[in-house]
């Protein structure tokens, strides 16, 4: 692993074990406002482990998508880089301050809107299905292959086939 990993920090209308569900667009303003660079990436929330920086943070259809590096130059960087290249560890967490939130009928806190400052890795994230997976080349060699296939003539009756042609009579002298 060179330490590029992508996830989902958070998931849209999913409760935690908190009993909280983000909204979509909860994040918009946040992002907005800091942007990427204004996000810490820290290992389980905590401020004296900053373990490399985001990439790239967005709202998607899903959630909360993510796109870090891990920094291999810390020890912890590269702990943490082989805990999830193997499995260990794949969970994301979010740090944030509620801006807006409202009760729902169901009885959970719905945040319509936070103040996001830091995503970390975790053991064991608050909302279950905030994961981590590996950013690996063989899915991109494998999308590439599609789109090559995708852009070839499709298959069809073969044209007629040439003759050989024939060699050449020698010349004699």
Same mark, same amino acid.
């Given at each position: 692993?060179?330490?590029?990993?992508?996830?989902?920090? !958070? $998931?849209?209308?999913?409760?935690?074990?908190?009993?909280?569900?983000?909204?979509?667009?909860?994040?918009?303003?946040?992002?907005?406002?800091?942007?990427?660079?204004?996000?810490?990436?820290?290992?389980?929330?905590?401020?004296?482990?900053?373990?490399?920086?985001? $990439? !790239? $943070?967005?709202?998607?259809?899903?959630g909360l998508r993510v796109e870090g590096r891990l920094n291999l130059g810390v020890q912890r960087g590269r702990e943490i880089a082989a805990l999830i290249e193997d499995g260990s560890v794949d969970g994301l967490s979010i740090g944030f301050r509620t801006v807006?939130?409202?009760?729902?009928?169901?009885?959970?806190?719905?945040?319509?809107?936070?103040?996001?400052?830091?995503?970390?890795?975790?053991?064991?994230? $608050?909302?279950?299905?905030?994961?981590?997976?590996?950013?690996?080349?063989?899915?991109?060699?494998?999308?590439?292959?599609?789109?090559?296939?995708?852009?070839?003539?499709?298959?069809?009756?073969?044209?007629?086939?040439?003759?050989?042609?024939?060699?050449?009579?020698?010349?004699?002298?």
């Amino acid at each position: 692993m060179d330490g590029h990993f992508t996830g989902y920090a !958070s $998931l849209f209308g999913v409760p935690d074990l908190g009993k909280d569900v983000v909204e979509p667009g909860a994040f918009t303003a946040s992002l907005g406002r800091r942007g990427v660079e204004g996000v810490r990436m820290l290992w389980q929330h905590d401020p004296a482990e900053p373990i490399g920086r985001w $990439l !790239s $943070l967005a709202e998607d259809p899903y959630g909360l998508r993510v796109e870090g590096r891990l920094n291999l130059g810390v020890q912890r960087g590269r702990e943490i880089a082989a805990l999830i290249e193997d499995g260990s560890v794949d969970g994301l967490s979010i740090g944030f301050r509620t801006v807006s939130a409202r009760r729902g009928r169901d009885g959970l806190r719905h945040l319509i809107a936070v103040d996001l400052w830091e995503v970390s890795l975790v053991t064991f994230p $608050l909302q279950t299905g905030a994961r981590t997976a590996p950013i690996s080349r063989q899915p991109l060699a494998d999308e590439i292959r599609s789109v090559a296939r995708a852009l070839m003539p499709r298959a069809g009756p073969l044209p007629p086939r040439r003759p050989a042609p024939r060699p050449m009579p020698a010349l004699r002298a």
